[in-house]
């Protein structure tokens, strides 16, 4: 079983870029499905984006298509999200989470490991 942890959420201005970074440990990274899911303040946790297994597919909320991008680099057992463009409702805590299947998908119940979240606040 993997561990995960996230890393690179910050302070940015709206139409800035971050890039998160969600560094697992152990040796199977790459049996996983991924996926990042955000959440603010009041609000339940929604589906941001999802990779599959060996990076081939992928999928992305509605609000964020065409702005961000997830990515994983298998030999370095690290997943990605480049969030450009950002505006003041991405703000939220952003988590990564793997899922034992082929493709995660976008329930939150469909992943079994999570990491402990990174805010990313988005100022106007």
């Known amino acids: 079983q993997v561990q995960l942890v996230e890393s690179g959420g910050g302070l940015v201005q709206a139409g800035d870029s971050l890039r998160l970074s969600c560094a697992a440990s152990?040796?199977?990274?790459?049996?996983?499905?991924m996926g990042w899911f955000r959440q603010a303040p009041g609000k339940a946790r929604e589906f941001v984006a999802a990779?599959?297994?060996?990076?081939?597919?992928?999928d992305y909320a509605v609000s964020v298509k065409g702005r961000f991008t997830i990515s994983r680099d298998n030999a370095k057992n690290t997943l990605y999200l480049q969030m450009n463009s950002l505006k003041p409702e991405d703000m939220a805590v952003y988590y990564c989470?793997?899922?034992?299947?082929?493709?995660?998908?976008?329930?939150?119940?469909?992943?079994?490991?999570w990491g402990q979240g990174t805010q990313v606040t988005v100022s106007s």
């Open positions: 989470a793997a899922s034992s299947g082929m493709y995660g998908g976008r329930a939150p119940a469909a992943y079994g490991i």
């Open positions: 990779i599959s297994r060996n990076g081939l597919s992928t």
């Open positions: 152990g040796r199977t990274f790459s049996s996983y499905a």
